[in-house]
């Protein structure tokens, strides 16, 4: 049986196919979200564009026919602007019709009232979705690009081997297991059995269907040390030329953006492999935000990319205390980027560049659609290496959660990819005080 899908403002916005991924159903978009996008259409972000690309959308499906009537699509649905048959408001007096939110409800139950077949109010606002269930509507949230967080591909493995395959993994230089099913560039922790001090760490390489040891250039890259599995295992993937996207998810002071520095470092500046290291991230405020902010482009961006600079200067400062220096490390890294082999700008500039030749770092990327991830990801060029870290507990964007980000989006989606590894941190190693808090707290 065909049904009736009314589709909020936010739906749209978040997914322009939105509107034909419902089948062969009919899709109902309320008048009333017609009006909201155009209150979006002006903004500058993916949200702004969003609501163009609807606006379009619909525009182009007038030549089929009125809008109010339906329009077939190929899927064998419908859709059509919903123009409600009465301005009487069919809902309690406490929901006040003047919101959008309560006109987009008035519309599933009109819908309701004079249909046999069934009404489904579809929103990523939860408690539209609450107030309709209480009024007897069904509703869901948009979930065709969700994955749930808890079921995320973790990249890591623990495996019990005996100590004759750990010996025959180390003497061979790999280790084949017959019956072994894992994902490209997975790794693995392999202990020995009744021993399990005696381990070692390994990589699936899928294109020989074996276990390969790490390649790690000795035991610091630019004076980071690796301090466990999980982070030895993340810093060979972002080691690794032959690996174009790499993807690091962890609670905070796990050592994601730490590692993935360092790392492009030392493929920039030491190996010359790329010829910039380019540290993006997303503008989203922790808290209320602060408003204007005065000053040029830099001065303007320095409170967002703050904590950027705070891992550069530890990585610098690092170094010096290695040396015997103390002094110099803010002059060291904006030496580089005078040079213009370090550079940091938001993600804001980024549509319609072409990246070619660069190790690009895509910080906090949990803040970021699915739509947003495609668009960077394809904004790569030749020998360009892009890593993207981040925490899918820790979202400030309001559009998505923890299981429809770009973040766990690109991770269930490149897993079996050869070009492509992942690694979740679990375990904190910024402090003592740090570590408990990301567990109570």
Known sequence: MKKYFVLD???????????F???????????????????FKKDLNEIGRNARQVSRVLDALRKK???????????????????????????????LFNKADNQI??????????SREPVVLVTKDTNLRIKADVLGIMARDYETDKIEVSELYGGVTTLTISKEEIDSFYKDGGLKLEG?????????????????????????????KRLLPLQLPGDNVWSIYPRNAEQRLAMDLLLDDSLKLVSLAGKAGTGKTLLA?????????????????????PIFPLGKDLGFLPGDIKEKLAPWMQPIFDNLELIFGTQEKHKGRR???????????????????????????????QYLIVDEAQNLTPHEMKTIITRAGDNTKIVITG?????????????????TYVVERFKNEEIAGHMTLTKGERSKLAEIAANLL
């Open 180 to 208: 072994l099913e894992a994902c490209a560039n997975e790794g693995f922790i392999l202990a020995e059995e009744g021993a399990e001090k005696h381990s070692a760490l390994a990589r699936y390489c899928a294109k020989e």
């Open 9 to 19: 403002t936010n739906v749209l916005l978040h997914d322009v196919g939105s509107l």
């Open 105 to 114: 409800l008035s519309v599933a139950m009109e819908l309701k009232e004079s």
């Open 391 to 407: 925490d899918p507990y820790q979202i400030d964007n309001p559009y998505i959660d923890s299981s429809s980000n770009g973040l």
């Open 21 to 39: 991924a419902f089948e062969d159903n009919n899709v109902i978009i309320p008048i009333v979200a017609i009006e909201e996008l155009d209150t």
């Open 65 to 95: 026919g009125p809008l109010y009537e339906g329009i077939e699509i190929k899927n064998g649905g419908t859709i059509r602007v919903f123009i409600p048959t009465s301005k009487t408001n069919n809902l309690p007096p406490e929901l």
């Open 327 to 357: 002094e110099g490390k803010r002059q060291r890294y904006k030496e580089l980027m005078g040079e213009g082999t370090l550079e940091i700008e938001p993600l804001t500039y980024i549509r319609g560049r072409s990246i070619p030749n």
């Open 261 to 281: 520095l360092a790392a492009g470092l030392q493929k920039t500046v030491d190996e010359q492999v790329y010829i910039r290291l380019l540290v993006s991230r």
